[in-house]
């Protein structure tokens, strides 16, 4: 008789309702990948009268020990979100010696490698495919597709909801606010989406995707991240006569021995494939010493494609108890002075201190590729492309123009 493992859920919102589906519709292709029958059995909810549809395919249950003491459930999806009680219910199933499969990644980016200690202390499995890029293989590609060749950079677009936000407003010209709210009825933000349009989302993200690629653990403290709240339409529309187009970008890049790594807004090309990712779809462009630029694009958020993630992890740890990533290899954080890319310079200038700001420029050897002057009525405005400049150069520059009454903005230009 085909043997068969038991799956509890933590949680049965957009992304417990879309695995369940999965484990129940595509059963006959799910046993031959995992070699035994994987059967939803119980799941963990807050208020059972919400899932009258679920309850007829699954046990709804609402005490965590109804799940951890139950000696027949091996397996353990966790889809609740936010640090506690996740991390306290997670490390309890560990010890329990049961797997976990979690798309969690404020919690893998806080305390993934404790969790990751614990699991392998218990012999048990732990993945978390699911908490990068949503239903994007991103994790699996790196730590077996790119297994012995040297990555250099991952940049890419890893949140779907300042994604989504960003194509509303520049492509059916919705306000920010209908926009996150549109975002939210479709399941792609956060409970509060206060992380995703911060930039920490993102930032959680890098964190986990420097590990898988580079093998160093940071924590999202360790660099610098900001969302799209600050961003002005004069930027944007700015940037698209220039040839670009503005993306939240996340970036994780070796440097000699040291690794540099940011979220914020950037200016891609507009014909790159990365400008060409729109809505909740995420884009992760990798490079690497021997295959040279690869990039993995798909739903970045949403119940289904997160969900194929999960079972994909689901499939493999009930095969195997192997850590999900070896690879370690602890870089130290790269000095701004050796963070070398070409930037795009906005400010609105007092008129009287224009030539002022042109020899600063000079001072801090920041070279203009290119020099636009815009009057509109927030006042008089420098649009400069410089040519690659250090990061450390422009923060002085910065400095140094705001105190002769610049509001200075800066976003990096990266080309693919
Ligand atoms: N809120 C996240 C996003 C969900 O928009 O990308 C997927 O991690």
């Known amino acids: 008789m085909m043997q068969a493992k038991k799956v509890a859920l933590l949680g049965l919102g957009t992304v417990g309702s879309g695995v369940l589906q999965i484990l129940i519709n595509n059963q006959a292709k799910i046993v031959q990948n995992a070699g035994c029958q994987l059967v939803p059995v119980k799941a963990l909810v807050r208020n059972p009268a919400k899932h009258k549809e679920a309850a007829r395919q699954i046990k709804l249950v609402t005490d965590f020990d109804e799940i951890l003491h139950d000696p027949e459930i091996e397996l353990v999806v966790e889809v609740m979100g936010g640090l506690h009680p996740a991390k306290e219910f997670i490390s309890q199933l560990l010890q329990a010696k049961k797997s976990v499969i979690t798309a969690n990644k404020d919690l893998i980016a806080s305390c993934g490698p404790e969790l990751v200690k614990l699991a392998e202390e218990n012999q048990v499995a732990l993945r978390y495919e699911a908490s990068v890029a949503g239903g994007i293989p991103i994790l699996n590609a790196l730590t077996h597709g790119f297994a012995g060749d040297e990555i250099t950079q991952v940049a890419g677009i890893v949140n779907g909801t300042t994604n989504y936000i960003l194509t509303q407003m520049s492509q059916q010209h919705m306000s920010f606010a209908s926009a996150l709210e549109q975002a939210q009825k479709l399941g792609f933000a956060e409970a509060d989406p206060t992380n995703d349009v911060t930039g920490k989302d993102a930032a959680f993200k890098m964190v986990i995707l420097s590990k898988f690629a580079f093998g160093t653990d940071i924590k999202v403290t360790d660099f610098h991240y900001e969302g799209i709240q600050k961003l002005q339409s004069f930027d944007v529309e700015q940037a698209a006569q220039l040839g670009y187009?503005?993306?939240?970008?996340?970036?994780?890049?070796?440097?000699?021995?040291?690794?540099?790594?940011?979220?914020?807004?950037?200016?891609?090309?507009?014909?790159?494939?990365?400008?060409?990712?729109?809505?909740?779809?995420?884009?992760?462009?990798?490079?690497?010493?021997?295959a040279g630029t690869s990039l993995f694009y798909g739903p970045g958020a949403g119940s289904l494609p997160t969900a194929?993630?999960?079972?994909?992890?689901?499939?493999?740890?009930?095969r195997t108890q192997q850590p999900f990533n070896?690879?370690?290899?602890?870089?130290?954080?790269?000095?701004?002075?050796?963070?070398?890319?070409?930037?795009?310079?906005?400010?609105?200038?007092?008129?009287?201190?224009?030539?002022a700001i042109v020899s600063l420029l000079a001072q801090h050897q920041i070279k203009a590729a290119d020099v636009q002057a815009v009057d509109d009525q927030a006042g008089h405005h420098l649009v400069i492309q410089t040519e690659p400049v250090a990061q450390q150069s422009l923060v002085n520059f910065k400095q140094a123009a705001e105190q002769v009454g610049a509001q200075v903005t800066t976003y990096r230009i990266l080309a693919e």
């Open 245 to 290: 187009t503005i993306k939240l970008l996340g970036i994780s890049r070796k440097i000699g021995a040291q690794l540099f790594v940011e979220v914020a807004p950037a200016l891609v090309p507009a014909n790159s494939q990365l400008a060409q990712v729109d809505n909740e779809y995420n884009a992760v462009a990798v490079q690497s010493e021997a």
């Open 308 to 318: 194929n993630s999960v079972v994909s992890d689901l499939i493999a740890a009930s």
């Open 326 to 355: 070896l690879y370690n290899c602890q870089l130290s954080l790269a000095a701004p002075s050796s963070v070398i890319d070409p930037y795009y310079v906005s400010m609105i200038v007092p008129v009287t201190t224009a030539p």
